[in-house]
């Protein structure tokens, strides 16, 4: 018998390219929106939609009962991606305090599987030079940074949930990059500032970015192929922005952007960056913390889901090239500036 999925955070980057997946499978798909989250436009024809807040617990039952004899499986990416230096207490209730209601839930409704969508943040980073690897123990302490922090805190809890007999598998996906993304996604804002001239100049550094479509296999993989408490990194590979920044210019045939700073100097402008763009209500993509990972050793292996979960991916040119298609299919990007 297949198993009914339910997803959260389907309007989101992730979910909608999972969901995306599993209908074109043939897969019974529930999804779960906030409370009057636009929905109209993207793509979700075939997904029945439930409104609800995963900070509010009493907002998901609706979500969770069904009449159906069906399996359950649970997979969970609503959440909240920060770059922001400073905690917030909205991420922290999002990432952390919805997380635990999925997890109760799941438990008092006894689904087969939950699979939830961490971060390879939440793994503690290693001496560049060295490739980080699933690990066993998360705690906030071990990691740097309020985001990253939430996750370790959420992914602990998940799997502390495999203690009660729930089935739990999670997934690390590294930087998300690709096409189906309806908001401002970091990776996503960078090519349309890239694409309408706004960004002149660029920063050195780089991390490991991956295609979401990618991302989706691996974590509908899980569902189906992870092991109870198991933990599978979902990442490409190392790209620096140099290189990220050439391959926008080899797609676009707009100005090449030849001008990289140092990332000591990034970092002396970035509070005023963070605090200007706050102020205009505009997501600021240079921020500490942004500057901070893209320093740091983002050498991931996904060797363990490729083994386990037959997770494969796909190149890095064609990611951007799709993207930038479908940014212009959706009116996004009207002209490229030279």
Not at 89 to 115: F, M, P, R, S, W
Not at 130 to 140: A, D, G, K, L, M
Not at 163 to 178: A, M, N, Q
Not at 254 to 259: A, D, F, P, V
Request: proline share 4%; with cysteine.
């Amino acid at each position: 018998m297949n198993a009914m999925y339910l997803v959260t955070g389907v309007a989101g980057h992730l979910g909608n390219a999972i969901v995306r997946q599993l209908l074109e499978q043939g897969e019974k798909v529930r999804g779960l929106v906030l409370p009057r989250e636009q929905t109209e436009g993207k793509s979700l024809d075939g997904v029945e939609l439930f409104a609800g807040d995963i900070t509010h617990r009493e907002s998901l039952r609706p979500f969770f009962t069904t009449s159906d004899s069906a399996p359950v499986v649970v997979i969970h990416c609503a959440g909240i991606v920060s770059i922001a230096s400073k905690a917030q207490k909205k991420v922290h209730d999002t990432n952390v305090g919805g997380t635990q209601n999925i997890i109760a839930l799941c438990k008092e409704y006894q689904v087969q599987k939950l699979v939830y969508v961490s971060s390879v943040h939440a793994i503690p980073e290693l001496p560049h030079g060295e490739t980080i690897s699933e690990v066993e123990r998360f705690h906030p302490d071990l990691v740097t940074g309020p985001y990253a922090k939430t996750k370790a805190e959420a992914t602990a809890l998940a799997l502390e949930a495999t203690s009660d007999g729930l089935d739990v598998s999670v997934v690390h996906p590294s930087g998300i990059v690709g096409p189906y993304d309806y908001g401002r996604g970091h990776t996503t804002q960078l090519i349309l500032d890239y694409c309408s001239g706004r960004l002149r100049v660029g920063i050195k550094g780089g991390y490991d970015f991956v295609d979401v479509r990618d991302v989706a296999s691996g974590t509908i993989a899980a569902s189906r192929l992870g092991r109870p408490g198991g933990c599978y990194i979902l990442s490409n590979r190392f790209v620096p922005i140099p290189e990220f920044m050439d391959l926008l210019h080899g797609i676009t045939r707009q100005s090449k952007t030849s001008c990289y700073l140092p990332l000591w100097v990034a970092k002396l402008t970035a509070p005023v960056s963070e605090l200007y763009c706050a102020l205009l209500k505009q997501p600021s993509l240079y921020t500490a913390y942004s500057l901070y990972t893209l320093s740091s050793n983002a050498r991931f292996t996904h060797e363990k889901a490729s083994r386990e979960l037959a997770y494969k991916v796909r190149s890095f040119q064609e990611t951007v090239e799709d993207t930038v298609a479908w940014l212009k299919a959706q009116g996004r990007i009207l002209t490229l500036a030279k």
